[in-house]
């Protein structure tokens, strides 16, 4: 089965940046969508962002114009650059990869913003 692995998440000031990757085991990009959600304490998991295979991107509307969701396919690797975090962005984030029925997901990476 196909492996995927987040990485990147941290302790971050308000305000500040981070990168998160996600890496997949397997050349499954040409024909998925891939996607990060997050889930913070006490609150249900919400979708923050997808791209296609096609390189059409979604954004939720608490994160729009902050974040940005891409791909490399050489490296079989999906990226979300984080930019002017704010607390509520507080979570743990996960990866998830969609093609033709089925859901591959990571274990998650936590992200803290706090002063």
């Known amino acids: 089965q196909v492996q995927v692995v987040e990485s990147g998440g941290g302790l971050v000031q308000p305000g500040g940046s981070l990168r998160l990757s996600c890496a997949a085991s397997?050349?499954?990009?040409?024909?998925?969508?891939m996607g990060w959600y997050r889930q913070a304490p006490g609150k249900q998991r919400e979708l923050v962002a997808t791209?296609?295979?096609?390189?059409?991107?979604n954004y939720a509307f608490s994160v729009k114009g902050r974040f940005t969701i891409s791909r490399d396919n050489v490296k079989n690797t999906v990226y979300l650059q984080m930019n002017s975090l704010k607390p509520e962005d507080t979570a743990i984030y996960y990866c998830?990869?969609?093609?033709?029925?089925?859901?591959?997901w990571g274990r998650g990476t936590q992200v803290t913003v706090s002063s």
């Open positions: 791209i296609t295979s096609g390189g059409i991107t």
């Open positions: 397997a050349s499954i990009f040409t024909m998925n969508t």
């Open positions: 998830n990869i969609y093609n033709v029925g089925v859901n591959y």
